[in-house]
């Protein structure tokens, strides 16, 4: 990536396994620094278990507004938190301030 690429981990944390979710965002975030991002903010490592949605969105949408991409995890149309990160991120992009949005899908690898 040409410049420092900095993006945003998006996806439903509310109403899941926190063990599982945490796993997931973990799994997302190697993956992209694998692919050659140089930051990637994770929500999962920034908002203390148990706090309150709007206070979680305070915290987190200003890390949003650093960022120059948002790759977003699956299932996240059903979660009220990834979808204003969603939106905030298409308000950031019609501005011409986010570079793309990044849906992220997963495929279960068998060893052969």
Same mark, same amino acid.
Not at 27 to 31: D, G, I, L, S, Y
């Given at each position: 990536m040409k410049g420092l690429s900095r993006? #945003?981990?998006a996806g439903k944390v509310t109403g899941?396994?926190?063990k599982a979710t945490r796993k997931r965002f973990r799994?997302?975030?190697?993956?992209l620094l694998q692919i050659g991002f140089d930051e990637v903010i994770n929500p999962m490592e920034l908002v203390p278990p148990n706090t309150e949605w709007s206070e979680a969105m305070l915290v987190l949408l200003p #890390?949003?507004?650093t960022c120059n991409y948002i790759a977003i995890l699956p299932g996240y149309m059903t979660s009220n938190?990834?979808?204003t990160e969603y939106y905030f991120a298409r308000g950031m992009e019609d501005e011409g301030k986010l570079r793309a949005i990044i849906h992220l899908t997963y495929t279960k690898h068998t060893k052969s």
């Open positions: 993006i #945003y981990l899941t396994s926190m799994e997302a975030k190697q993956f #890390y949003l507004a938190g990834a979808m």
